[in-house]
Structure formats: C-alpha cells, structure tokens
C-alpha cells in the first residue's frame, strides 16, 4: 500500500510539474537555489579544505575522491569516474628574481613560473633585457639584438575592450608560445607580462608551450606581475644596459592517471540523448581556484540536485562532468569526447561554466540559427533575474570536443570585469567568491537546462 502511495504522489507531482508555467518552474528553481543552495558549502570544502587542484596533484586526486561521493550522496541513476592520463608538472621552490641596475646593486620583483616551463640553471640566469610587445617586434630586432639575452614581453591587456576575455586573446599568445619564438633567436629566458588588468603585485601564471623543440633546447618562461612589468619597462627606458636575474626550481614529471567525475540523471523519454552541464576539476596551484573553476564544478553539480529539489523528471539524460586537466593539456575534455564517439552516444546540448562566480549576464552559444532562435524566445524568461547576454559565440573548452553540426554548446557568461584580476594567481581564493552571485550561476545553469531538456534541440 505505501509504494502504491508513493507512486501515486511521484505521478501527480509529475502532473503538477508538468501544468506549471516555464516562469513559475524558473522561479522555482531559483528560489530553491537562493534560499537552499549546496553550491558555496560545496566551494568552501574544494577550496578550503582541499586547496589548489592542479592535474597529477594530491590536491586533484582528493578533489576527486570529494566530489564523487557528494555527487553520490544526491541520489543520482550513475555516478562513475572516467580514467584519463595526465600530465604532472610541478612548480618547486618559491622563484625569485631581481632587476640589477649596477653591480650589488639590486630591486627585487615578483615572478612566477608559467605551467610547463623547464626550470633555470641551479643558480638562475642572468642577463640582459630586450623589451617588446608582439612577435614581430622581435623578429625586426633579430638574433643579433636577442641572442644571449632575456626577452621581456609587456603587452597589456586592452583597457578598454568590455568585454574582458578579448583582452585576454588578445595579448595571451605571448604568454603561450613567448618562450618558441624568443628561442628561434637565441634568448636564454622569457619574462611576461602577467595576463591582469589592474596593476599589482601578483604574478598571474597559466600555460606554455615549446611545441616539438627539443628538451635541451627549452628556455624557462615567467610572468612578472603588472606593477613590477611597469617599473621593469620604465627601467629599460632610462637605461637599457640594466640586467634581470631569475631562478625557479619547476620539474615535467611522467604522466599520471586521473578521473573525470561523471554523474547522470537518466532521462525517462529519451534516454540515449545526452546533456551535459560541467566544469573543470583542476586548478593552478598559486590560489585555490574558487573561480577559476571551482565555481564551475559546484555550479554544475548543483544543478543537478536542483532540478531533483525542484521536482523536474528530465526526458533526456543529463550529465554533471567534473573535468579534469583543462588548465594543462585538456585531456579531460578531449578523453570523455573520444570515449562518447567510441560508444556513438548522442549529445544534444552541453554547458560549461569556466568563467568565474560571479554574477551571472547570460550565455553564449555555438549553435544553428534554429536553435539560436529557440533560445531567443527564452530571453524573456531570464528577465527578471536581470540576465540579458544571449549571443552566438563560443562554449567552453571542456565541451567544445563534443561539437557536431546539430547539437549546441553553450557557456555561462557571468559579468567578467573582475575575473582576471584573479586568474590564474594566488589570490583566486574562496573569499574573492560570493555565495549570492555562485547561487545564481547555478540557477541560471539549470534553468536553461531545463529548458533544453523541454523542448529539445532544433
């Protein structure tokens, strides 16, 4: 008699479900999330008690443990992990560096070392320094005005784009293949400017390429924080004889094995349509990476609970995945990629959220005009909670492996003015995060993936 009840309740809630309005089911989600959230005790615990995340570190590796039995502690049809190999560099001893103006005589400045760098000879590198701001201000200097020498790249961020992650395309290349072309002439290190914009003290690290150059052949490549790149540059322009020293102790280890952390709500209509919401497990390891993307783990595992809190029985199955080694090599995403083409799963939608915690402004999608359209139409929806961006754009690194010509990929776009001023540093910790601001990140998610998993892709 009480499973005849209780499947008699699950129904007419399912029926009560079904006859509310899209606004009252946003509203209840929100509500729920505002007033009964998970995501920031969720943070607090990724952040605080297990600390920065980066790929083959213990910090990972109990990330992993952590998440996997919270997402089991909701209930969900499936929670698994997903092995994939990752790559383990690590940072060392603290680096130091110093700008010398005269011998003894010296001005400390604050560096660190970008992810993947080889380290400097045991006793640092000194030398000269040529300053310039793109790639081809270096090849018009030549090896003969860089051989031998530290190239110093002092690109700013562009103030005054809006839109902050422009900024940050536009000037990130040197950061990423600084140290490949300085080495095609002779320089014996990199130093950059730090990817910021605001001047302070803090070095902003993130990743780095050599391409297929030989191990022998590789230089070591730092950021400089913007206050230090400032005076660096004032320096050189009052006297371009002066010299930077630099010494960081980081190491390429072998790769070891790590998990994607997956979590599955099957569908009860469309079981073999897959919806994916996440973001990535790893961290840098200066801060703790609360925004960068502990918020978007959180988020994404809340979404899930919210849309059970909410009564919501999804038609198609949704997938929470937790993704690991994005900051370093993005074997995660492009692992759960292969593996869903090996099993010819159909993914119809997927979402991620890597673009900090805080306010959330809209989305951005990459998608046909079809499904643009459909989304349109749910502007006015996201209106009373004040989120407005819908664009055509792109996703998230994570999910764009899964693209095909039909389905669509989307990314939370929060308001993004502060979020570099965080990235990829040591103060990208749980402090800099707002519990009302990740709480809505995480309703906006789940409102728009409930109405995806409504009325489908076009």
């Known amino acids: 008699m009480i499973k005849v009840a209780t499947v008699l ?36 615990h990724l952040s605080i008690q297990i600390g920065s995340r980066l790929s083959g570190s213990l910090g990972a590796e109990r990330a992993v443990t952590y998440t996997k039995e919270e997402l089991e502690k909701l209930g969900l049809d499936k929670v698994w992990l997903q092995p994939v190999m990752v790559p383990r560099w690590v940072r060392g001893a603290k680096e130091y560096a110093y700008i010398e103006t005269a011998p003894g005589k010296t001005n400390t400045v604050n560096i660190c070392a970008l992810g993947g760098s080889v380290a400097t000879p045991s006793l640092g590198i000194k030398a000269n320094i040529v300053e310039v701001k793109n790639f081809e201000e270096l090849e018009t200097l030549g090896k003969a005005n860089v051989e031998g020498k530290i190239v110093f790249y002092n690109r700013p961020m562009q103030p005054d784009l809006i839109e902050t992650f422009n900024a940050y395309g536009g000037c990130v290349n040197q950061r990423y293949k600084g140290a490949v072309e300085a080495s095609k002439y002779g320089a014996i290190g990199v130093i950059v400017r730090s990817m910021n914009l605001r001047l302070d003290d803090l070095p902003h690290t993130g990743s780095m390429t050599y391409d297929d150059m030989p191990v022998e052949k590789r230089i070591p490549a730092a950021a400089i924080s913007t206050n230090d790149a400032e005076v660096l540059s004032t320096m050189l322009q009052l006297d371009k004889n002066i010299k930077l020293y630099f010494k960081q102790n980081c190491k390429q280890l072998a790769d070891v094995q790590s998990y994607n952390v997956i979590g599955e709500i099957t569908g009860s209509q469309f079981p073999s349509e897959y919806m994916v919401v996440g973001g990535h497990l790893d961290s840098w390891d200066l801060g703790d990476g609360s925004h960068d993307d502990g918020a978007g783990v959180v988020q994404s595992m809340d ?29 995660g995403g492009n692992k759960y990629a292969e593996e869903a083409k090996q099993k ?15 306010t959330p402004r809209g989305f951005s999608f990459d998608c046909n005009d079809a499904n643009y359209n459909q989304v349109l139409s749910w502007q006015q929806l996201f209106k009373p909670y004040l989120i407005h961006y819908f664009e055509k754009g792109g996703s998230g690194a994570d999910v764009s492996p899964l693209k095909t010509k039909t389905n669509v990929l989307a990314g939370l776009r929060p308001d993004s003015q502060r979020y570099f001023n965080h990235h990829h540093a040591s103060n990208d910790t749980f402090d800099a995060v707002n519990k009302r601001e990740l709480e809505l990140g995480a309703a906006t998610m789940a409102s728009l993936v409930y109405l995806f998993d409504k009325y489908g892709v076009k």
């Not at 609970?305 to 074997?331: A, C, D, Q």
């Not at 010819?344 to 915690?357: P, T």
């Open 9 to 44: 309740c699950c129904f007419f809630i399912s029926i009560g479900l079904n006859a509310q309005t899209d606004e009252a089911v946003l509203k209840k989600i929100y509500t729920t999330s505002l007033t009964n959230g998970k995501s920031y005790d969720w943070l607090n």
């Open 303 to 331: 979404v899930l609970r919210l849309l059970k809190e909410s009564g919501i029985k999804p038609k198609r199955s949704i997938r929470v995945v937790l993704f690991m080694n994005e900051e370093n090599g993005l074997r």
């Open 344 to 358: 010819n799963e159909n993914h119809v939608f997927a979402l991620e959220s890597d673009a900090g915690g805080f």
